[in-house]
């Protein structure tokens, strides 16, 4: 059987953030690769969350490469902070970029994968001509903004679609999932071509603990777990 390098990215957004040391480790323990960190600005989304400083406390917390997403109006403006702050990827909302060319060009020029993120109500053709220059397609499978929402289906045939443009085109982009992804979720975004899934409340809601819901995503994927 062909093994998928599948990635599960905790979004710790709804871990406890008093104890975050020990929740970040408890999911590198269960085997979990990348993390994922939301950052909301109350203007592109109707939530604030999370700054730089918290990019900061998480790269002290792990030497696992840490996504950064910024739900952000003017992201230009804060790349160097986050990079400086430890970020390894950074992705930027496509409906609030008006340069984006140049803003994924300033993400590569300092050392960092760059991606490109669209909301629920973006179709994917519209960045056809820029998927050369990102190393992921973060598709929203809910709208950003909140954990805990559900899975909007509809995104099944996006990812599906993503994955067929950079097919034709020849790339080996990577498709992030984010948003309502769960064990029952996330294997039908896996068969559309998604390889990056981001969960939080399935991980750090879950009924019996951080490891039980990274095993459990794991186990519906098809991930070995550690
Ligand atoms: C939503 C964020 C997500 C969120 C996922 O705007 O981008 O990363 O934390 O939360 P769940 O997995 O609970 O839907
Ligand atoms: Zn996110």
Redesign the pocket.
């Known amino acids: 059987m062909m093994v998928k390098n599948y990635v599960i990215m905790p979004?710790?957004?709804?871990a406890d953030f008093l104890n975050l040391g020990d929740a970040i480790a408890e999911c590198v323990a269960a085997g979990t690769d990348w993390f994922?960190l939301?950052i909301?600005d109350g203007h592109f989304?109707p939530?604030i969350a999370l700054g730089s400083g918290f990019v900061k406390a998480c790269r002290r917390a792990t030497d696992l490469p840490l996504d950064v997403?910024l739900?952000i109006e003017n992201p230009e403006r804060y790349l160097e902070a986050f990079s400086a702050a430890g970020a390894s990827a950074i992705s930027v909302h496509y409906e609030v970029c008006p340069q984006v060319r140049n803003t994924l060009s300033m993400i590569r020029d300092l050392g960092l994968n760059a991606g490109i993120?669209i909301s629920p109500g973006t179709a994917v053709d519209e960045i056809q001509d820029i998927l050369d220059l990102v190393d992921l397609v973060?598709v929203?499978?809910?709208?950003?903004?909140?954990?805990?929402?559900?899975?909007i289906e509809s995104s099944v045939e996006k990812v599906r679609r993503t994955r067929s443009l950079i097919d034709a085109a020849g790339l080996n982009t990577h498709i992030q999932v984010?948003?309502?992804?769960?064990s029952k979720t996330a294997p039908a975004c896996a068969d559309a071509g998604a390889d990056y899934f981001?969960?939080?409340?399935?991980?750090?809601?879950h009924s019996k603990g951080i490891t039980a819901g990274v095993r459990e995503l794991q186990s519906s994927l098809g991930v070995e777990s550690r």
């Open positions: 979004s710790v957004l709804s994922h939301d909301m989304v939530n997403h739900m993120a973060l929203m499978t809910v709208q950003p903004g909140f954990a805990g929402q559900s899975f984010d948003g309502g992804i769960n981001v969960a939080a409340s399935a991980i750090f809601q």
